[in-house]
């Protein structure tokens, strides 16, 4: 059952134009969403978040929408530098009975910024 | 201000053995969860710790087992490898009062064969 899911496995865009990631979740108990960058050999590094209260959230050249009718979300970087070449992972917080909030992730969309 | 960091960086085990992957989390951060990553997936949720307390635990086997230290810092254990076991775990904490708000170490890279 997979409850995050990024439906593009690879993304190519021109250096300085948008990219635009998309993440699709199924559960509506989702409190928190959250883009991570992942670089090879590094642990995902966060990016920016937004609670399932709002519709946008923006920081410096990302910003991210939630639509909660379409359980749907989106990262757009303005503008793509090579720099953002790296696996994006869309992640869902939960909280948990006990206590615990536990994040749920998309599968990851590798981004390449073409010169 | 130091970020998470994880030791060792690789390992390789026989199946059946026993591994301890060790967690130093970020300063000023309480809450420490664990992570697996398989090859081309995302990670899954083993486990979170709050207050040295296994707060709540993703679809894992009791053969992975936790600790979290009064330093907040943090231990995965894994018994009786399988081959399956092979993945990158993923070590992050979390600052008070915003435990959905995670930053990942760099992970270890376990070979079970």
């Known amino acids: 059952d997979q409850q995050v899911k990024q439906n593009s496995p690879s993304l190519s865009v021109q250096e300085g134009r948008i990219s635009i990631l998309n993440c699709d979740y199924t559960?509506?108990?989702?409190?928190?969403f959250l883009w991570y960058k992942k670089y090879p050999a590094e642990g995902p590094t966060f990016l920016i978040s937004?609670?399932?209260?709002?519709d946008k959230n923006e920081d410096g050249r990302f910003t991210v929408f939630l639509n909660k009718s379409a359980k749907h979300l989106s990262l757009h970087i303005v503008p793509s530098q090579p720099g953002d070449s790296a696996v994006y992972f869309c992640?869902?917080?939960?909280?948990?009975?006990?206590?615990?909030?536990?994040?749920?992730f998309g599968q990851g969309t590798r981004l390449t910024i073409n010169p | 201000e130091t970020g998470v960091t994880q030791s060792p960086t690789h390992l390789i085990k026989t199946r059946g053995q026993q591994v301890t992957l060790r967690c130093s989390s970020q300063s000023g951060h309480n809450t420490v969860s664990w992570y697996q990553q398989a090859l081309g997936q995302g990670p899954q949720f083993i486990f979170q710790y709050y207050r040295e307390e296994e707060n709540g635990r993703g679809n894992f086997p009791p053969r992975f087992s936790g600790l979290q230290f009064p330093n907040y810092s943090s231990e995965l254990n894994v018994n009786a490898l399988e081959l399956d076991d092979s993945a990158l775990y993923l070590c992050?904490?979390?600052?008070?009062?915003?435990?959905?708000?995670?930053?990942f170490g760099p992970g270890t890279r376990l070979t079970v064969t």
């Open positions: 559960n509506s108990m989702f409190d928190y």
């Open positions: 937004i609670s399932s209260i709002k």
């Open positions: 992640a869902a917080s939960t909280f948990e009975i006990q206590g615990a909030q536990k994040l749920v």
């Open positions: 992050a904490s979390s600052p008070p009062g915003f435990s959905y708000e995670q930053y």
